[in-house]
């Protein structure tokens, strides 16, 4: 895989789970890595490990739902290592299970919506600048979910958020690519802290996710999902955009 030596990344939801997992990996792979975590007693930890193990790393405290928050770390980061040539969009908050009768705005919708769709376009407005000006090194790259491919029965607005990321993807992945700058979505299954609260409620889900995935297991989210995340920031994927890669061990194969 080619090396991200020197390039810098901002990684959103990066204090836990996935996130965390692709932070590892960019910096493993060379890039200065901004942990744009929600709050610092999660985010620096992790920024401090990557250090401790020879990595470039800070965290940058960033509520993604509100754009004074994005845009200031995105100028941070700018200001701090000189320039910025990936964003991975990870932060996602409020994938309660609910049924359509069942409904509540505020509690399903709300949180869902802001730090997935606004939070999108909060990160592409102020990141743009500066990708437009890495020209072919510049990397958007959202975390997405299978469900925002194939729909869920327990949870629908989840997957119509889901699947609204893919939808502004493509779209930025045309208006973008003129510039060179690439767009694409990642959706993984992978080991977290939401899925053990998932797995903790319902006792049979992991037993139910393993049966259904040819490979037999929960990914992991550096070795599984972080290496996915570094080719699509990196160079070898250059020629790919507009697209969503799913790395669920083959749970999913309907693209």
């Not at 009768?101 to 743009?128: F, K, N």
């Not at 889900?205 to 999902?225: C, F, K, N, Q, S």
Request: charge should be neutral; charged fraction near 20%.
């Amino acid at each position: 895989m080619s090396s991200l030596e020197g390039r810098t990344a901002i990684v959103t939801g990066a204090g836990q789970g996935v996130g965390e997992g692709i932070a590892r990996t960019l910096a493993a792979r060379g890039a200065n890595v901004v942990i744009a975590a929600r709050r610092a007693e999660t985010g620096e930890p992790i920024a401090a490990s990557i250090r401790d193990g020879g990595g470039v790393a800070v965290c940058i405290p960033t509520d993604v739902t509100r754009r004074a928050d994005v845009e200031a770390c995105v100028e941070s980061a700018v200001d701090r290592f000189g320039a910025l040539e990936i964003v991975v969009h990870n932060a996602f908050s409020g994938a309660a299970p609910h049924r359509l009768e069942e409904l509540d705005l505020d509690r399903h919708w709300t949180p869902m919506s802001r730090t997935g769709v606004w939070a999108v376009l909060y990160c592409g407005q102020a990141a743009w600048p500066h990708l437009r000006a890495a020209g072919s090194r510049g990397r958007f790259v959202l975390v997405t979910s299978p469900s925002g491919i194939e729909g869920s029965v327990n949870i629908p607005l989840y997957s119509a958020v889901k699947a609204a990321e893919r939808g502004i993807a493509k779209s930025l992945a045309r208006e973008w690519g003129p510039s060179g700058v690439t767009v694409n979505c990642l959706a993984p299954v992978a080991a977290s802290p939401a899925l053990a609260g998932a797995f903790a409620g319902n006792p049979g889900l992991r037993a139910a996710i393993e049966a259904r995935t040819p490979l037999g297991r929960v990914g992991d989210p550096v070795h599984d999902v972080g290496t996915v995340a570094a080719f699509l920031a990196g160079d070898d994927s250059g020629y790919v955009t507009g697209q969503t890669i799913v790395c669920d061990g083959g749970s999913f194969v309907g693209l």
